[in-house]
């Protein structure tokens, strides 16, 4: 089992990123708060999570262990399955993530693409206690990202995945000007790549 890897960034997407390591490529799945995190040349390392199914091998990467321990916590939900938890922690932080289920807080984690009222009411039951004894939470309150930080998230990532620093500046100011104050991460990423792909 991988359990991390440590190499040289080759490509990179929105939701992966493909490592040498010793001349071996690894493809591995990623969110898109590993993936704002990632240097933009050079070394890289990862944390790997190593999901073994009939007829793949499929690696999920992490910027720390934090997100990783989140990931195996999300894996085991009934209902909840490996791409859904990237989905999750690419629309909220871990230490967000952790205080809402803490304080059953269901209203901000269906705000996550893909999570319904059901599914939120799943989490915050099977993970709270699970939480608590990994001494996983933020601390408090659910954190809000304030619209400047989010602004700068967006354009980090759009950095990341190519494009110039003021060419991804100018458009995540644009996008998150009349966009909801509701708007994930992952959302306004979308909706950024959506407004650069326009002739």
């Not at 995190?37 to 999920?60: C, K, M, Q, W």
């Not at 790549?193 to 326009?198: C, N, Q, T, V």
Request: charged share 25%; with cysteine.
């Amino acid at each position: 089992m991988i359990a991390s890897l440590h190499g040289t960034i080759l490509k990179r997407d929105m939701n992966s990123v493909v490592i040498d390591v010793g001349g071996v490529g690894y493809q591995v799945a990623i969110s898109l708060n590993t993936l704002e995190r990632l240097p933009s040349e050079g070394d890289v390392f990862l944390h790997v999570a190593t999901i073994v199914r009939e007829n793949s091998l499929e690696l999920y990467g992490f910027h720390d262990q934090q997100e990783k321990r989140i990931f195996e916590l999300l894996i085991s939900v009934s209902g909840i399955g490996p791409r859904t938890s990237l989905t999750i922690l690419s629309g909220i932080s871990p230490e967000s993530f952790c205080d809402a289920v803490i304080i059953g807080d269901t209203e901000r984690l269906t705000r996550i693409p893909g999570i319904g009222k059901k599914s939120a009411e799943r989490l915050v039951v099977e993970l709270r206690d699970k939480v608590l004894k990994l001494g996983l939470s933020g601390g408090g309150e659910p954190q809000f990202r304030p619209e400047e930080t989010l602004e700068q998230d967006v354009a980090s990532s759009l950095v990341a995945l190519g494009y110039k620093d003021r060419e991804a500046a100018r458009v995540a100011k644009k996008v998150l000007k009349n966009a909801s104050p509701e708007i994930t991460p992952a959302e306004a990423v979308r909706l950024a790549l959506k407004e650069l792909m326009k002739p």
